[in-house]
């Protein structure tokens, strides 16, 4: 697959792509240019050869005059676009008077390596770094044209469990569910305060194993998330391991109408998995959880 660019340079209020690649059927919406009135694009992975293509603008079909074209079957104008495939420039072979077997230094072979059976492994392809820059500016242009909304499904649920929930339950929970993070609720306040991992089960697993008399059968049963977390604390304490309670620390969450180039910079730079989707009422008086959003769910939204 080739990712490929299209544009409509002449304006319009709501531009799709569509063509031979999505059958016709799917309309690809396209995102106004930033600085630009006029110029709207799309970024779409095509298979190498010739594929025909048609723009609805505003609800009316068009095509680019400035592009090539053709006339199908139909008597329909289409432009048309021809797909090389990716050429990838090849590792370089050293003929230089014999040393060793390999360039440790370059980290490049002098000579093909050989594989049993005498064949000859392919030649390493590199990517050019203003192939990889390219990339990056498509993606972010792509990452800040759409929000959080993008992400959520047209059904499905969310679960969040309460602060006061016993660990074990709230361990039964999240294995019967399949997951593997939920956030935690604080109904006194009001408001979201936290996650619930995996990891936290193979801490408390740990501890019970380090320390058999730390807990008893009937408070282990009543233990709730909220005392585990600061137990946890605790524990970090006695580690000299500088940190805030899960609790404390103000919940690393996204809104709705927040950009996907925003939450997965805040994913990457809080160092989590996921992130909460969360929409808060004007007043903050309320919190309604939409989604846990992750990068693989980014990626797939793009």
């Known amino acids: ?24 059927t799917e309309h690809i919406r396209m995102t106004l240019m930033e600085n630009s009135g006029t110029v709207f694009q799309a970024i779409w992975d095509l298979t190498p050869g010739y594929h025909q293509y048609k723009f609805l603008v505003d609800g009316v079909w068009r095509f680019n005059e400035q592009e090539p074209c053709v006339t199908d079957e139909y008597g329909a104008v289409n432009n048309i676009i021809f797909v090389k495939e990716l050429e990838f420039a090849p590792s370089i072979l050293h003929n230089e008077a014999p040393k060793s077997g390999m360039d440790v230094d370059n980290g490049i072979f002098q ?26 500016r498509h993606l972010s242009i792509l990452l800040s044209r759409y929000t959080t909304y993008e992400l959520l499904p047209m059904s499905g649920k969310v679960v969040a469990l309460d602060l006061i929930l016993p660990v074990k339950q709230a361990f039964h929970i999240m294995y019967e569910q399949g997951l593997s993070v939920v956030p935690i609720w604080d109904d006194c306040n009001r408001q979201f305060c936290g996650m ?8 408390i697993l740990t501890e019970l194993h380090n320390n058999v008399t730390m807990l008893t059968n009937e408070e282990l049963e009543m233990h709730s998330i909220s005392a585990w977390k600061e137990g946890k604390l605790q524990i970090r304490r006695a580690s000299d391991v500088p ?22 910079l805040k994913i990457i730079r ?25 990068l693989s769910g980014i990626l797939k939204c793009i």
């Open 196 to 203: 619930l991992t995996a990891s936290d089960f193979i801490l």
């Open 1 to 24: 697959m080739v990712l490929t660019i299209f544009e409509w340079p002449y304006g319009g209020q709501h531009v799709f792509l569509t063509g031979s690649f999505t059958r016709w």
């Open 111 to 136: 000579h093909p390596a050989s594989l049993s059976g005498g064949m000859h492994q392919e030649p390493v392809s590199q990517i050019l770094d203003g192939d990889i820059d390219a990339f990056r």
């Open 270 to 294: 809080n160092k989590i998995s996921v992130i909460p989707i969360i929409h808060s009422s004007q007043d903050g008086s309320s919190s309604q959880l939409l989604h846990l959003a992750c």
């Open 243 to 264: 940190v805030q309670s899960p609790i404390r620390r103000p919940l690393v969450q996204a809104g709705p109408h927040e950009s996907l180039q925003d939450v997965a």
